[in-house]
């Protein structure tokens, strides 16, 4: 696995009386754009808020670009972007103003700031409305200005909470858009959202949260994973000439793969690596004994990853417990 540019370490949040995180883990890849789900109370803002060390977690360690976020977060904001779900706007401040304000805040030198300011706004769209006071923008222009104040200083991080909330399809689009474009600047985008057929057009990596605890973290379907720089996972279907549960705890054995789902028909299996490592596990398939009659890439949007994922977590038992209680 590539150095994670996020990584969280069995961390464990706790309000007064309830624990809202326990003992989470994860790695987060550069270059990848991961939508963080979970049913409403999951955990995922107290999640971001961990990583951008906006709150102190009870135990556990978080870093990000290799520095731990709690002994160094000064370091960490000058590479992390975060827009909060109920972020604000100063309404009386133009759009220039906001961004300037920002690039000071951020510490850009100042003979630095108009041209970030300039180049910020052109890349949110809001290049010709740099003299218009925030109140007099539309929602999604709002959005991507509280976006472009995140991105001034061009993280190399973004977490993003509920960044599609309250917007139209046409303004989701656009949005869509404005994260597919930082992605392919090399950002790394964390981003919780509800509206899963939004974040379908432009994720990597799906991370569910549910009752606190990680429920599944992978790459989705597709080559979008292996298009973002992060080593290539593949879902993909087998069916055999043989019954699939005859071949699955050989194929369970093998290297780089991770069964999935088995079914009367056939299997899915999660494959990390290429093309290669793909044809390498047919032949070894054969080789056993267990001549197969599909191979195919499994396709499913977000929705159903999701939906899989709180099913699966529902008939392991994970569902019906919540995170332990907060310790006294
Ligand atoms: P949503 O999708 O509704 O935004 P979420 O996944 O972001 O939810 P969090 O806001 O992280 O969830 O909250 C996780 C849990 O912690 C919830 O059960 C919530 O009620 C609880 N919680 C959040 N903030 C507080 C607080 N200040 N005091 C006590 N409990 C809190």
Redesign the pocket.
Known sequence: MNTPIIEVIDLTFD????R??AQVSLRIEPGTVTALV????????????CIAALDTPLSGTVRVAGHDVYESPREVHALMGYLS?SFGLYSELTVAQGLEYAARSQGLATEAVAKAVQTTAERMGLGDKLQKLASTLSRGQRQRLAIGQAIIHSPQVLLL??PASGLDPEARGALAGVFKALQAQGMTLLV?S?ILAELDAYSTHMLA?N??RVLEHRALGGATAASAGAPAERLLRLEFVHSAESVASWLANQVNVTLRHIDASGLEISLRGDAAAQAALVSACVAAGYPLTVVAPVTENLQQSYLKSLEAGRSSGRDSK?ADKAQP
């Open positions: 309000y007064p009386g309830f809202a995180l979970g049913p409403n109370g999951a955990g995922k803002t107290t999640l971001l808020r779900d909470d509920e919780s509800h949260l009752q606190g919540s």
